[in-house]
Nanobody, 118 residues
Framework: QVQLVESGGGLVQAGGSLRLSCAAS????????MGWYRQAPGKQRELVAS???????NYKDSVKGRFTISRDNGKNTVYLQMNSLKPEDTAVYYC????????????WGQGTQVTVSS
């Protein structure tokens, strides 16, 4: 089992910044991918950004240049720095940890709310 705890969400004005953190504990896969997903009301959950143990990253097109994902393998923590936030970034943000490269055995955090006001 892998436990994931997110933090750092909140309310921010458009153009502002937030930094999300996700701390993993338990039986963490030696080679894994950790990702940030988001789900807005009435919409499907979507991948925002992901990063592998070796540092390979992937971003949703609409956040490229504004969001940066990073990780500290020693602390088993992944971060999402979100700059130039827009109202359309409003959602519950979830952290996920899966095996790499199969993507199997995914574990989810409880989610953290991000609200961007216009």
């Amino acid at each position: 089992q892998v436990q994931l705890v997110e933090s750092g969400g909140g309310l921010v004005q458009a153009g502002g910044s937030l930094r999300l953190s996700c701390a993993a504990s338990g039986s963490i896969f030696r080679v894994n991918v950790m990702g940030w997903y988001r789900q807005a009301p009435g919409k499907q959950r979507e991948l925002v950004a992901s990063i592998t143990t070796n540092g390979f990253t992937n971003y949703k097109d609409s956040v490229k240049g504004r969001f940066t994902i990073s990780r500290d393998n020693g602390k088993n923590t992944v971060y999402l720095q979100m700059n130039s936030l827009k109202p359309e970034d409003t959602a519950v943000y979830y952290c996920k940890c899966s095996r790499w490269p199969s993507g199997a055995d995914g574990y989810w955090g409880q989610g953290t709310q991000v609200t961007v006001s216009s």
